[in-house]
């Protein structure tokens, strides 16, 4: 199971965290990604890590403003998000896979999402 938190509303500009805590599996076994679904549009790829933290995929959308990281001690991956943008507002879901990917079909286990509002 994975339960994403942390979203919320925010001004253009803005920071905020995202947390995303595992149970039920053997973290450190799976990469972990997290994707966003804006209204009316398919679901993106944001950013992937791999189970070690070593190797780090991103959006280019996202580059240079969202840093993902992961605690495996704590079972949980983050997504730091800077500079938020109004075409940031979407739900955010957290994702874990074998591997570290940034296809949404290599994703076996998917959390609920949060809600993340970027207002002008």
């Known amino acids: 199971q994975l339960q994403a938190s942390g979203g919320g509303l925010v001004q253009a500009g803005g920071s905020l965290r995202l947390s995303c805590a595992a149970s039920g599996l053997t973290f450190s076994n799976y990469g972990m990604g997290w994707f966003r679904q804006a209204p009316g549009k398919e679901r993106d790829f944001v950013g992937s890590?791999?189970?070690?933290?070593?190797?780090?995929y991103y959006a280019t959308s996202v580059k240079g403003r969202f840093t993902i990281s992961r605690d495996n001690a704590k079972n949980t991956v983050y997504l730091q998000m800077n500079s938020l943008k109004p075409e940031d507002t979407a739900i955010y879901y957290c994702?874990?896979?074998?591997?570290?990917?940034?296809?949404?079909?290599?994703?076996?286990?998917w959390g609920q999402g949060t809600q993340v509002t970027v207002s002008s």
């Open positions: 994702a874990a896979s074998r591997s570290v990917a940034t296809d949404d079909s290599a994703y076996d286990y």
């Open positions: 890590i791999s189970w070690n933290g070593f190797s780090r």
